[in-house]
Structures are given as C-alpha cells and as structure tokens.
C-alpha cells in the first residue's frame, strides 16, 4: 500500500490514518463478500498476535482486560439510559 504523503511523526494523526485505511480495507472486503464476522475476527486475531509479540501476553491480557470494562461500563450505562427512557414515557 503507498501513500500519497510522508507518513507524519505525530502518533495520533498516524493511528487516525491507519484507523481509516483499516475500516477501508475492512467494507471492501464485506463488499467482495466476505462475512463480517470473519473480516473482523481475523482483523483482531491478527492485532491481538501483534500486541502478543511486541508486547508480551500480560500486557495484551492487560489492555484486553480494559477494553473489556470500558466495553462493560458502556454497555451498563446503556441499559441504565434506556430503563429510564422507558419510565420516563411511562410518566
């Protein structure tokens, strides 16, 4: 893959542009047909094996392991928005 560009210095306009350039990549596979579920699953097999190698296992285990609560922490706060949605219209 080239890029236009010189990839620039700065981390966060580098993981912006990689974000881009891997959801890209990402729809033009589920486009040529294959499944989501597998674009997916291989996209974070191949991220959590690098994380893994660079790394070590304790820090993947550990960044995993946040993920996993902000994804739960979400997920509580969503239940919570809609329980009080629902009273609210019960009202």
């Known amino acids: 893959m080239e890029y236009e560009e010189p990839m ?4 966060s306009a580098i993981k912006e542009r990689l974000l881009d350039q891997w959801q890209k990549v990402a729809v033009d596979l589920i486009k040529g047909g294959v499944p989501a579920e597998i674009v997916f699953e291989t996209m974070l097999t191949v991220g959590l094996a690098g994380q893994v190698e ?3 296992k304790d820090s993947a285990v550990a960044k ?5 609560d902000h994804l739960s922490e ?5 239940k919570a928005a809609l329980r009080e949605a629902a009273s609210a219209t019960k009202n």
Not at 74 to 78: G, L, N, S
Request: aromatic share 0%; net charge negative.
């Open 8 to 11: 620039s210095t700065d981390t």
């Open 54 to 56: 660079i790394h070590g």
């Open 64 to 68: 995993l392991t946040a993920i996993a």
């Open 74 to 78: 979400q997920a509580r706060q969503e």
